[in-house]
């Protein structure tokens, strides 16, 4: 409830604790990856650290909500993937490219790139 009523406090608090930001991380990506509980059947310790320290070092962890994104950006595509969970690029790079190239191909020809298909 509180990253929806107020992110910026959560992100204060998680910035301000290594650990703290890391046990935040870990969770999400048990929860939101496709590894049905079992973290170290998708991601090593080493990614899982790297991508907490990209946080850590720049203090950006209250910047990458969706909500936050939409607020402050103009989002032209929000694409759910089928596979790959929340961390689609560290779970299936390939299904994450292709929807990247399907996205530029579509702006590229002038289409919008928020429609489908």
């Known amino acids: 409830m509180i990253r929806g009523s107020r992110p910026q406090t959560l992100a204060d608090a998680l910035n301000d604790s290594p650990v703290g930001l890391a046990a935040w991380m870990v969770e999400k990506f048990q929860r939101w ?7 170290e059947r998708r991601f090593s310790k080493d990614e899982l650290l790297a991508n907490v320290m990209v946080y850590w070092v720049t203090g950006t ?3 990458s909500p969706e ?7 103009d989002v032209r595509r929000w ?4 596979r790959g ?8 790079p390939e299904l994450l ?7 530029f191909a579509r702006s590229a020809s002038g289409k919008s790139p928020d429609a489908a298909g």
């Open 85 to 92: 969970g929340h961390f689609a690029a560290m779970e299936e």
């Open 67 to 73: 909500e936050w994104a939409r607020r402050f950006i």
């Open 97 to 103: 490219a292709r929807e990247l190239r399907a996205f």
């Open 33 to 39: 990856s496709d590894c049905d509980g079992d973290l």
């Open 61 to 63: 962890i209250g910047t």
């Open 79 to 82: 694409q759910v993937m089928p």
